[in-house]
Protein backbone atom coordinates (compact mmCIF):
# COMPACT_ATOMS: atom_id res chain seq x y z
CA UNK A 1 0.00 0.00 0.00
CA UNK A 2 2.96 2.31 -0.62
CA UNK A 3 2.56 5.25 -3.08
CA UNK A 4 4.57 4.93 -5.74
CA UNK A 5 3.03 7.56 -8.39
CA UNK A 6 2.46 11.09 -6.73
CA UNK A 7 1.51 13.65 -9.22
CA UNK A 8 -0.37 17.10 -8.33
CA UNK A 9 -0.24 18.52 -11.54
CA UNK A 10 -1.81 15.46 -13.76
CA UNK A 11 -5.12 17.35 -14.31
CA UNK A 12 -6.94 20.36 -12.85
CA UNK A 13 -9.90 17.59 -12.28
CA UNK A 14 -9.88 13.34 -12.73
CA UNK A 15 -12.59 12.09 -14.58
CA UNK A 16 -11.57 8.52 -14.96
CA UNK A 17 -8.61 5.96 -14.47
CA UNK A 18 -7.39 2.38 -15.77
CA UNK A 19 -4.11 0.20 -16.11
CA UNK A 20 -3.31 -1.69 -18.87
CA UNK A 21 -3.60 -5.77 -18.69
CA UNK A 22 0.23 -6.21 -17.98
CA UNK A 23 0.32 -3.32 -15.33
CA UNK A 24 2.70 -1.35 -17.51
CA UNK A 25 1.07 1.62 -17.94
CA UNK A 26 -1.90 3.87 -16.39
CA UNK A 27 -3.85 6.13 -18.77
CA UNK A 28 -5.72 9.34 -17.28
CA UNK A 29 -8.27 11.72 -18.66
CA UNK A 30 -9.69 14.71 -17.07
CA UNK A 31 -9.81 18.17 -17.56
CA UNK A 32 -6.96 19.42 -20.38
CA UNK A 33 -5.15 16.25 -22.56
CA UNK A 34 -5.25 12.66 -21.34
CA UNK A 35 -2.10 11.17 -20.26
CA UNK A 36 -0.13 7.82 -20.24
CA UNK A 37 1.78 6.94 -17.17
CA UNK A 38 4.84 4.19 -17.12
CA UNK A 39 4.05 2.42 -14.20
CA UNK A 40 7.56 1.21 -13.48
CA UNK A 41 9.72 4.84 -13.84
CA UNK A 42 6.53 6.63 -12.33
CA UNK A 43 6.68 9.35 -15.26
CA UNK A 44 4.74 10.37 -17.78
CA UNK A 45 5.20 8.75 -21.25
CA UNK A 46 2.83 10.53 -23.67
CA UNK A 47 -0.01 13.07 -23.90
CA UNK A 48 -3.19 12.52 -25.65
CA UNK A 49 -4.53 15.64 -27.52
CA UNK A 50 -8.09 16.55 -27.95
CA UNK A 51 -9.20 17.48 -31.51
CA UNK A 52 -11.94 20.22 -32.13
CA UNK A 53 -14.45 20.95 -29.12
CA UNK A 54 -13.65 17.20 -27.96
CA UNK A 55 -14.21 17.24 -24.04
CA UNK A 56 -12.98 13.49 -22.79
CA UNK A 57 -14.68 11.42 -20.30
CA UNK A 58 -13.72 7.73 -19.96
CA UNK A 59 -10.76 5.35 -20.25
CA UNK A 60 -10.32 1.91 -20.98
CA UNK A 61 -7.50 -0.42 -21.89
CA UNK A 62 -8.54 -3.71 -24.63
CA UNK A 63 -8.28 -6.62 -22.40
CA UNK A 64 -5.67 -9.22 -22.37
CA UNK A 65 -5.19 -11.46 -25.73
CA UNK A 66 -5.88 -9.02 -27.97
CA UNK A 67 -3.75 -9.22 -30.55
CA UNK A 68 -3.53 -5.11 -31.46
CA UNK A 69 -3.49 -3.64 -27.95
CA UNK A 70 -5.72 -0.38 -27.65
CA UNK A 71 -6.93 2.48 -25.59
CA UNK A 72 -10.28 3.70 -25.62
CA UNK A 73 -11.26 6.94 -24.67
CA UNK A 74 -14.66 8.78 -25.07
CA UNK A 75 -15.34 12.18 -26.05
CA UNK A 76 -18.36 14.08 -26.21
CA UNK A 77 -18.99 16.81 -28.69
CA UNK A 78 -21.25 19.09 -30.11
CA UNK A 79 -22.55 16.38 -32.24
CA UNK A 80 -22.84 13.78 -29.45
CA UNK A 81 -20.78 10.99 -27.73
CA UNK A 82 -18.10 9.41 -29.65
CA UNK A 83 -15.39 6.50 -28.61
CA UNK A 84 -11.58 7.38 -29.65
CA UNK A 85 -9.12 4.39 -30.41
CA UNK A 86 -5.22 5.01 -29.65
CA UNK A 87 -2.78 3.09 -30.82
CA UNK A 88 -0.62 1.28 -27.74
CA UNK A 89 3.34 2.19 -28.63
CA UNK A 90 3.43 5.12 -30.38
CA UNK A 91 0.24 6.93 -28.38
CA UNK A 92 -1.15 7.84 -31.74
CA UNK A 93 -4.96 8.60 -32.73
CA UNK A 94 -6.41 5.60 -34.81
CA UNK A 95 -9.82 6.61 -35.07
CA UNK A 96 -12.99 8.12 -33.71
CA UNK A 97 -16.23 7.02 -33.84
CA UNK A 98 -19.61 8.72 -33.50
CA UNK A 99 -21.76 6.64 -31.32
CA UNK A 100 -24.61 8.51 -29.15
CA UNK A 101 -26.38 12.25 -29.59
CA UNK A 102 -26.52 12.28 -26.10
CA UNK A 103 -24.10 12.74 -23.24
CA UNK A 104 -21.92 9.19 -22.53
CA UNK A 105 -22.34 8.86 -18.29
CA UNK A 106 -21.22 5.49 -18.08
CA UNK A 107 -18.00 2.82 -20.47
CA UNK A 108 -16.75 -0.31 -20.18
CA UNK A 109 -15.14 -2.98 -21.87
CA UNK A 110 -15.92 -7.01 -22.07
CA UNK A 111 -13.27 -9.45 -20.46
CA UNK A 112 -12.94 -10.56 -23.89
CA UNK A 113 -12.56 -7.67 -25.44
CA UNK A 114 -14.88 -7.95 -28.43
CA UNK A 115 -17.61 -5.45 -26.94
CA UNK A 116 -17.68 -1.76 -25.78
CA UNK A 117 -20.85 -0.63 -23.71
CA UNK A 118 -21.94 3.01 -23.40
CA UNK A 119 -24.63 4.28 -20.92
CA UNK A 120 -25.98 7.62 -21.49
CA UNK A 121 -27.89 10.62 -19.58
CA UNK A 122 -30.97 9.40 -21.02
CA UNK A 123 -30.44 5.56 -19.20
CA UNK A 124 -29.99 3.67 -22.83
CA UNK A 125 -27.37 1.23 -23.27
CA UNK A 126 -25.56 0.68 -26.31
CA UNK A 127 -23.38 -2.42 -27.10
CA UNK A 128 -20.49 -1.93 -29.72
CA UNK A 129 -18.92 -4.71 -31.82
CA UNK A 130 -15.06 -3.24 -30.94
CA UNK A 131 -13.62 -4.84 -34.32
CA UNK A 132 -16.16 -3.24 -36.48
CA UNK A 133 -17.16 -0.56 -34.16
CA UNK A 134 -20.90 -1.10 -35.19
CA UNK A 135 -23.50 -0.86 -32.78
CA UNK A 136 -24.90 -4.38 -32.07
CA UNK A 137 -27.54 -3.64 -29.94
CA UNK A 138 -29.82 -0.56 -27.97
CA UNK A 139 -31.22 -1.14 -25.01
CA UNK A 140 -33.76 1.74 -24.73
CA UNK A 141 -34.71 3.54 -21.26
CA UNK A 142 -32.65 0.51 -19.25
CA UNK A 143 -32.96 2.39 -16.49
CA UNK A 144 -34.80 5.65 -15.33
CA UNK A 145 -32.45 8.05 -14.46
CA UNK A 146 -28.45 8.23 -16.11
CA UNK A 147 -26.13 5.40 -15.88
CA UNK A 148 -24.01 5.50 -13.42
CA UNK A 149 -21.63 1.76 -13.90
CA UNK A 150 -21.23 -0.91 -16.01
CA UNK A 151 -19.71 -4.06 -15.78
CA UNK A 152 -19.62 -7.62 -17.89
CA UNK A 153 -19.60 -11.29 -16.95
CA UNK A 154 -16.72 -12.90 -16.65
CA UNK A 155 -17.96 -15.20 -19.98
CA UNK A 156 -19.18 -11.74 -21.76
CA UNK A 157 -22.76 -13.12 -21.78
CA UNK A 158 -24.64 -10.92 -19.47
CA UNK A 159 -23.89 -6.74 -18.84
CA UNK A 160 -24.76 -5.39 -15.32
CA UNK A 161 -25.69 -1.68 -14.88
CA UNK A 162 -26.45 0.76 -12.45
CA UNK A 163 -28.17 3.99 -12.28
CA UNK A 164 -28.86 7.28 -10.48
CA UNK A 165 -32.66 6.16 -9.73
CA UNK A 166 -30.63 3.27 -7.44
CA UNK A 167 -32.04 0.59 -9.87
CA UNK A 168 -29.55 -2.31 -11.21
CA UNK A 169 -30.81 -4.23 -14.03
CA UNK A 170 -28.92 -7.68 -15.81
CA UNK A 171 -29.01 -7.60 -19.34
CA UNK A 172 -28.40 -11.07 -21.78
CA UNK A 173 -26.28 -10.36 -24.55
CA UNK A 174 -27.22 -11.51 -27.73
CA UNK A 175 -25.55 -13.77 -30.06
CA UNK A 176 -25.11 -11.99 -32.99
CA UNK A 177 -23.00 -14.04 -34.54
CA UNK A 178 -24.46 -17.22 -34.52
CA UNK A 179 -27.80 -15.57 -35.17
CA UNK A 180 -26.11 -15.22 -38.19
CA UNK A 181 -25.36 -18.63 -39.25
CA UNK A 182 -28.84 -19.54 -37.97
CA UNK A 183 -30.63 -17.73 -40.45
CA UNK A 184 -27.98 -18.57 -43.23
CA UNK A 185 -28.81 -21.91 -42.69
CA UNK A 186 -32.76 -21.06 -43.31
CA UNK A 187 -32.03 -19.40 -46.50
CA UNK A 188 -29.66 -22.13 -47.77
CA UNK A 189 -32.35 -24.91 -46.52
CA UNK A 190 -35.49 -22.89 -48.23
CA UNK A 191 -32.74 -22.34 -51.24
CA UNK A 192 -32.30 -25.97 -51.59
CA UNK A 193 -36.38 -27.39 -51.34
CA UNK A 194 -37.28 -24.45 -53.81
CA UNK A 195 -34.62 -26.03 -55.88
CA UNK A 196 -35.42 -29.40 -55.73
CA UNK A 197 -39.17 -28.35 -56.06
CA UNK A 198 -38.39 -26.89 -59.28
CA UNK A 199 -36.30 -29.53 -60.69
CA UNK A 200 -38.96 -32.08 -60.13
CA UNK A 201 -42.00 -29.74 -62.28
CA UNK A 202 -39.54 -28.98 -64.88
CA UNK A 203 -39.27 -32.70 -65.24
CA UNK A 204 -42.75 -33.24 -65.00
CA UNK A 205 -43.56 -31.26 -67.68
CA UNK A 206 -41.37 -32.46 -70.25
CA UNK A 207 -42.92 -35.83 -70.01
CA UNK A 208 -46.22 -34.87 -71.09
CA UNK A 209 -47.57 -35.76 -74.05
Not at 27 to 36: D, E, F, H, L, M
Not at 40 to 69: M, Q, Y
Not at 146 to 172: C, E, G, H, I, N
Not at 174 to 197: H, M, R, T
Amino acid sequence: MEITLDEANAHASVKDLDFSPDGNFLASVGSGPGRIWKVATETSIASLPKENDEIFGFCRFSRSGDSNPVLYVTAMRSKGGSIVKWETTSWKRISSTHIVRDPISAFNVSSDGKLLVVGTIQGDIWIINSASMRVQSVVRKAHLGLVTALAFSQDSRALVSASLDSSARVTPIEDKKKDGLNLWFILFVILVAAAVYYGKSTRAVSWEP
